[in-house]
T-cell receptor
C-alpha cells in the first residue's frame, strides 16, 4: 500500500512550456485534491475532484487544468507555465462524505517541486 | 473572508518539555478540524483530528483541544522529542463535511526542539 504518490519529484520549466503532474492513490478514495504551497504560506487548493470524471475549481485555479479519467489518478496540467507558478505542489486524497467509520482526513503525497524560469 | 491562522510562527522548546501550538479560526460553521505535521521536504502528515461536538481528543503523546466559544484550537505534544521538529498546520472544514470536504489551512507554526 503506497498511499499517495506523485510524479515527478522535481521539474524545471521555461516560461511558456507545458507539463503534467501525475497523482496516484491506492486507497480507493473518492476525493482527490491538488494544492500548492508557497514559502511562508499554508496550502492553497487549486482543483479537486469528488469522483471519477468530475473536477471542480478550488481557491487558485487560474493557469491550471485537471482531469480525473480514472478513480485512482488525478492529473494537474500547466498549459503555459509562468514564473508565478513556481511552487511545491501536493496531491491529496480522502474518503467521500464522512461516516461513522471514515473521516474527512486528507492524505498527502510527497510533493513535486516545480521551478519556472 | 474566513481564515484559519496561527498565533506563533515559531516555537522553540527543550527536549522533554511539553509543546503547545495554537490556532484561531473564524468560521463558526466549521465542524471538523485537523492538525498536520510537515517535515522538511515532505508532504503534510495527519496527526489528529477533532469534530465540533468534542472539546478534547487524545492520541499518542498528542492532545487537541477545541474551544468553540472563542474559536480556538490547540495541539499539545507531551515530552517533545527531536523528531517532533517540523511545521505544524491546523486546518478546518468550513463546509460541514460537504463541498468536497475542502479544507482551509493555516500558515503553519515551526516547532524547534532544542537538545
Amino acid at each position: 500500500n503506497a498511499g499517495v504518490t506523485q510524479t515527478p519529484k522535481f521539474r524545471v520549466l521555461k516560461t511558456g512550456q507545458s507539463m503534467t503532474l501525475l497523482c496516484a492513490q491506492d486507497m480507493n478514495h473518492e476525493y482527490m485534491y491538488w494544492y500548492r504551497q508557497d514559502p511562508g504560506m499554508g496550502l492553497r487548493l487549486i482543483h479537486y475532484s469528488v469522483g471519477e470524471g468530475t473536477t471542480a475549481k478550488g481557491e487558485v485555479p487560474d493557469g491550471y487544468n485537471v482531469s480525473r479519467l480514472k478513480k485512482q489518478n488525478f492529473l494537474l496540467g500547466l498549459e503555459s507555465a509562468a514564473p508565478s507558478q513556481t511552487s511545491v505542489y501536493f496531491c491529496a486524497s480522502s474518503y467521500s462524505r464522512a461516516t461513522s467509520t471514515y473521516t474527512d482526513t486528507q492524505y498527502f503525497g510527497p510533493g513535486t517541486r516545480l521551478t519556472v524560469l | 473572508g474566513e481564515s484559519v491562522g496561527l498565533h506563533l510562527p515559531t516555537l522553540s522548546v527543550q527536549e522533554g518539555d511539553n509543546s503547545i501550538i495554537n490556532c484561531a479560526y473564524s468560521n463558526s460553521a466549521s465542524d471538523y478540524f485537523i492538525w498536520y505535521k510537515q517535515e522538511s521536504g515532505k508532504g503534510p502528515q495527519f496527526i489528529i483530528d477533532i469534530r465540533s461536538n468534542m472539546d478534547k481528543r487524545q492520541g499518542q503523546r498528542v492532545t487537541v483541544l477545541l474551544n468553540k466559544t472563542v474559536k480556538h484550537l490547540s495541539l499539545q505534544i507531551a515530552a517533545t522529542q527531536p523528531g517532533d521538529s517540523a511545521v505544524y498546520f491546523c486546518a478546518e472544514n468550513p463546509f460541514g463535511g460537504g463541498g468536497g470536504n475542502k479544507l482551509t489551512f493555516g500558515t503553519g507554526t515551526q516547532l524547534k526542539v532544542e537538545l
